[in-house]
């Protein structure tokens, strides 16, 4: 499975958007990259994932090179309650179906008022 | 509302003790997971279920036990041989049984030694 890094802390200024990057360089073919936040004390939110190409949705857009070797989660207006722990994930199958995710520590998002 | 039910939200174990923390969905999903977080560390996966009556170890399996006898519920038990229990557990499900479906998490139950 994907060996992801982050880096261990990002600060965004309220209503701008934030850029979190990811390296994956050892990520196989078909591995999709996996995108979680965490609030302390509660379980991981999941946000959006991707496998190629680049995907959007209500929470944010996910950003994949076109070599796969990283990734960019970029939420666009970022507000104090996006203040979280946020994972990449690499997402390796376990075979009839399943897979599992490989939390690594993830970069700490602060948004400041 | 759909969801996954983690209870209790904070359990305390003595020693030598062996204590059970359930893990409830009514998402319909077939598969069923149990990680572990540690303070400042992401999440490690103990065990995982694919279907009823079927399931596989993760990566710290040792100590703990599960079963998985209904769809919705997958239990997990902390045993006495365990000797670091003391940690965050999350219990997750996944529908649809491919690679590109998220996990959704429950809210976690802590769990304390006295």
């Known amino acids: 499975d994907a060996k992801t890094t982050q880096p261990p802390s990002m600060d965004c200024a309220e209503g701008r958007a934030a850029n979190l990057p990811c390296n994956h360089s050892?990520?196989?073919?078909?591995?999709?990259v996996y995108w979680y936040r965490q609030i302390h004390s509660q379980g991981p939110q999941y946000i959006i994932h991707g496998l190629k190409n680049n995907e959007t949705n209500e929470m944010a857009s996910l950003i994949i090179t076109e070599d796969r070797k990283s990734s960019t989660l970029i939420l666009p207006h970022a507000t104090l309650r996006d203040t979280a722990v946020y994972y990449c994930?690499?997402?390796?199958?376990?075979?009839?179906?399943?897979?599992?995710?490989?939390f690594g520590k993830g970069t700490k998002l602060s948004v400041i008022p | 509302d759909g969801g996954i039910t983690q209870s209790p939200k904070y359990l305390f174990r003595k020693e030598g003790q062996n204590v059970t923390l359930s893990c409830e969905q009514n998402?319909?999903?077939?598969?069923m997971y149990w990680y572990r977080q540690d303070p400042g560390q992401g999440l490690r996966l103990i065990y995982y279920s694919q279907i009823v009556n079927d399931f596989q170890k993760g990566d710290i399996a040792e100590g703990y036990s599960v079963s998985r006898e209904k769809k919705e519920s997958f239990p997990l038990t902390v045993t006495s041989a365990q000797k670091n229990p003391t940690a965050f557990y999350l219990c997750?499900?996944?529908?649809?049984?491919?690679?590109?479906?998220?996990?959704?998490f429950g809210d976690g139950t802590r769990l304390s030694i006295l």
């Open positions: 994930i690499g997402a390796r199958g376990s075979g009839a179906g399943s897979y599992q995710l490989t």
């Open positions: 997750a499900s996944m529908g649809g049984g491919v690679i590109s479906q998220p996990q959704h």
């Open positions: 050892t990520i196989s073919g078909n591995e999709y």
């Open positions: 998402l319909n999903h077939d598969a």
